[in-house]
């Protein structure tokens, strides 16, 4: 992976949220029938779907957004800030009905959060908006999804990929049981460990040689992330082999998953080795969490990059 290493007419599809994020910086995350005071409040922006587009698009490729916004300041905004970061944003359709998606969280001293999402006008992004925009399954390298948007709207642009055989990228968070009866082909299926369990019933290691088989769902290759803990890589046919990420003092953990993802997608379509799409998305995540918000610590390929030859020598 080098700087100027990819190819420059390849494009990431991305269907998902776009929230605004009010965060708020505790000392300990409240328990119920608590009242707390806060250090700090802040409003950034993000939602998964757009946090992946982000870091999809500083890997360096062109990346394009369906998503829905509300007829707001917040969604007219968010639509100027990508347009500027260099998303293709004529995809990002505004509902006259729902207010732009939002997302309060709790962040305290150890970087742990909590996120309540209030859906908004992501829940407005229904297939009839992927109909119309169809081409762009079409033209993509590659798509890639999480479950921030309605589930039948991500089951049809799932569907629409698989008929124009464009390759899926999955993170199926926040998780929802229902994807376990979609009869849908997933290239690379991205999960936490609490997601492997709710996915194959217990939780999965290392030593789980084999790609655990699902009864609808076909999947090429899992990634199991962990944190600052090994990742853990199953392919068809092969032995599941780990992936170390960089050891990092965490600041702010929201949205790291969603940096892994969008620069998986990245390396993804560079057609590198699979070994080296995951440790470059591990170094990704983990420089996303030395600054607070989900899109302010995003890299940029530039600062993956040579933060990896600082680490490899
Ligand atoms: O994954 C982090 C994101 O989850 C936040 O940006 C918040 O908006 C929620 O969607």
New binding site residues.
């Given amino acids: 992976m080098t700087e100027e290493e990819f190819t420059p007419d390849s494009e990431i599809l991305v269907i998902g949220?776009l929230?605004i994020?009010q965060t708020y910086r505790v000392d300990n995350l409240p328990q119920a029938g608590q009242t707390l005071h806060a250090e700090g409040c802040f409003t950034s922006f993000?939602?998964?779907g757009a946090?992946q587009a982000l870091a999809a698009r500083r890997t360096g490729h062109e990346v394009s957004m369906i998503g829905c916004v509300g007829d707001d300041a917040h969604g007219e905004k968010y639509k100027e800030r990508f347009t500027q970061e260099g998303i293709q944003c004529e995809a990002i359709f505004t509902s006259e009905k729902s207010p732009t998606?939002s997302?309060f969280?709790t962040l305290d001293s150890r970087g742990e959060n909590t996120?309540i999402?209030h859906s908004g006008a992501n829940a407005d992004l229904l297939s009839e908006h992927l109909d119309s925009v169809q081409n762009l399954f079409k033209k993509a390298s590659v798509v890639l999804l999480q479950l921030?948007c309605p589930l039948p709207t991500v089951k049809y642009a799932i569907q629409l990929a698989n008929k124009y055989r464009t390759p899926v990228i999955l993170n199926p968070?926040p998780w929802n049981s229902e994807i376990l009866d979609w009869e849908v082909g997933i290239d690379t299926l991205i999960v936490n460990q609490s997601e492997a369990c709710s996915l194959f019933g217990s939780s999965l290691n290392a030593s789980h040689e084999k790609l655990p088989e699902l009864a609808h769902i076909k999947i090429q290759t899992l990634i199991l992330t962990q944190g600052a803990r090994d990742t853990i890589i199953y392919e068809q046919e092969k032995k599941a082999f780990t992936v170390s990420p960089p050891n990092l003092q965490a600041v702010d953990t929201?949205?790291a998953?969603?940096t892994f993802a969008g620069a998986y997608a990245g390396a993804f379509i560079e057609e590198q080795q699979l070994i080296a799409d995951i440790e470059f998305a591990n170094n990704a995540a983990s420089l996303s969490t030395l600054k607070i918000g989900?899109q302010k610590g995003i890299p940029s390929r530039k600062e993956i990059i040579e933060f990896m030859k600082g680490t490899t020598g």
Avoid: M, Q
């Fill in positions: 949220s929230n994020d993000g939602g998964k946090n998606g997302a969280i996120i999402v921030e968070s929201v949205g998953g969603d989900a």
